[in-house]
């Protein structure tokens, strides 16, 4: 199985700044036709998950674009350019090259 | 397209839990119908997926004992776990699974969630 990690594991954050979550898989994500099959998706507090960034990099419809996602292979990276209350939840990042995993998640809260 | 989880929301332990996800707006054609849980204090758990012609791949941790099947006719899909215990107990969601170039690569939109208690 392909394991997902992510760092950290929980984030405080400042409305207004930037924050980063990482993810690594145990194998490469990047499949010989050029896609990324990595997702990141945001549950917020008794919400669904939903999705944010699709192939790596991609941001889904409706997603607004202080959200973006970066990486290839093995590491990637979701960046939240200034943060805003509505923001806070567990963020996971999930592979579907392989049997589908997800990360352990990030919980992004308001300092 | 909207998903929408139904069950019983309690179920004892060693008996088969069953869960219904009624799909609307949309048809069953294409995609990767998909199961994925929340225990209580922990992170998202993927089960498993069927493909609309009817393959189905689960999450090996599970240990046969999972079954997802499907009918176009009533545009639903069902998740049935056997021999459930207290770690089964999770907000069970289902999603539609979207592929890229055949592989499935992301899930949009989900459920609203069905908590699942196990207990006796």
């Known amino acids: 199985d392909i394991v997902m990690t992510q760092s950290p594991l929980s984030l405080p954050v400042t409305p207004g700044e930037s924050a980063s979550i990482s993810c690594r898989s145990s194998?490469?994500?990047?499949?010989?036709?050029?896609?990324?099959?990595l997702a990141w998706y945001l549950q917020k507090p008794g919400q669904s998950p939903q999705l944010l960034i699709c192939?790596?990099?991609d941001r889904a419809s409706g997603v607004p674009d202080r959200f973006s996602g970066s990486g290839s292979g093995t590491d990637f990276t979701l960046k939240i350019s200034r943060v805003e209350a509505e923001d806070v939840g567990v963020y996971y990042c999930m592979q579907t090259l392989q049997t589908p995993t997800f990360g352990q998640g990030t919980k992004v809260e308001i300092k | 397209v909207q998903l929408q989880e139904s069950g019983p929301g309690l179920v004892r332990p060693s008996e088969t839990l069953s869960l219904t996800c009624s799909l609307s707006g949309g048809s069953l054609s294409s995609y990767y119908w998909t199961w994925v849980r929340r225990p209580p204090g922990k992170g998202l758990e993927w089960l498993g997926y069927i493909y609309y012609n009817g393959n189905t791949n689960y999450n090996p941790s599970l240990k046969g004992r999972l079954t997802i099947s499907v009918d176009p006719s009533k545009n639903q899909f069902f998740l049935k776990v056997t021999s459930v215990t207290a770690a089964d107990t999770a907000v069970y969601f289902c999603?539609?699974?979207?592929?890229?170039?055949?592989?499935?690569?992301?899930?949009?939109?989900w459920g609203q969630g069905a908590l699942v208690t196990v207990s006796s």
């Open positions: 194998q490469s994500l990047r499949h010989n036709n050029g896609y990324n099959y």
């Open positions: 192939l790596g990099s």
């Open positions: 999603a539609r699974g979207v592929p890229m170039s055949g592989i499935l690569s992301w899930l949009d939109p």
